[in-house]
């Protein structure tokens, strides 16, 4: 029996949609934004700009990490000393918190998507979490005093961590999550990124408001620091390895580094406090969480000048990090749109004549 829409038969309207131009289209990215003054993350459309949800998560969340996938999104709270998952189909956390070290600040997921590095500040170790069952694996690995950012190359092999006090960067091998090497760098280093190529590392030194970089054939610094603004925080690597960009803490701008010459081409104001920020995943875009103004900036890379105006966040912004993939959804042409509520008028009709007879 065929079943009918009001009196219309339910095989018109998907005809109509399909002989209209009904269409399927990819959504942008979300756009996960850790507060830590507020105890949540809010979660961005970075089409629109605008919050599309918050979700509260444990006390004082840091830095985040999105799966390859694009399907969780694994948050560092520092005064929980755990790890919360959300499942970003939903965007509601899952499971129970991840219990992992003492004030667990940066957080880094190899690209298989099976293991998630975390850094705890206060016990100077680095926690490993299986995602498959979402429980920390093995003894922490011991690094070096109060480790603060994580990046993992792109072949995953090893994971280096930034040392704030030992002002050193720590190399851990994935496969037996053992420390390969310690390497000297500046003052109180605090952010990390690897190029898309894995050749090199970069590090922030707050201390000394320089980048130094690291080749990873050999694990040792090469060239001059490079000089930036004061007391730089995160740093993100673009796509293609192009540029760096460098949130600097206490000049309230962002320093953007031209990796070919490891030179700063251009400094681009922000607002109060910038901290960890992120590339978006197409490479058009560099958000920078401001984490005294409440809000994130958005720059545009091919004019490296904040677009719009700073989105509203949640209180005291860390870190940002975009899920990689794209959500398909159903969407209209207007002559599909239009049809179909021509369907529903006549529906309608046929409703109200049947009423009165």
Known sequence: MLRRW????????????????????????????TNSGSNNVSVVDTVTKAIFTTISVGLTPEQVTVTPNGAFAYVANFGSNTVSVIATATNTVVGSPIPVG??????????????????????????????????????????GSSPAGIAITPNGAAAYVANFVANTVTVIDTAGNTVLTTIPVGSSPFGIAITPNGASVYVTNQGSSTVSVIATATNTVVGSPIPVGSSPAGIAITPNGAAAYVANFNSNNVSVIETATNTVTTIIPVEQRPNFLAASPDGGSVYVPNQNSNTVSVIATATNSVVGVPIPVGTAPTGVAFTSTDIPIPTLSESAALLLLVAMAAALALRIRSARL
């Open 102 to 143: 003492s004030n667990p600040v940066g957080i880094a997921i190899t690209p298989n998507g099976a293991s998630v590095y975390v850094t705890n500040q206060g016990s100077s170790t680095v926690s490993v979490i299986a995602t498959a069952t979402n429980t920390v694996v093995g003894s922490p690995i011991p690094v």
């Open 6 to 33: 009001g009196g219309v038969p339910a095989i018109i309207c998907p005809m109509i949609l399909a002989l209209a131009g009904a269409t399927v289209a990819n959504a942008a990215s979300l756009a996960y934004v």
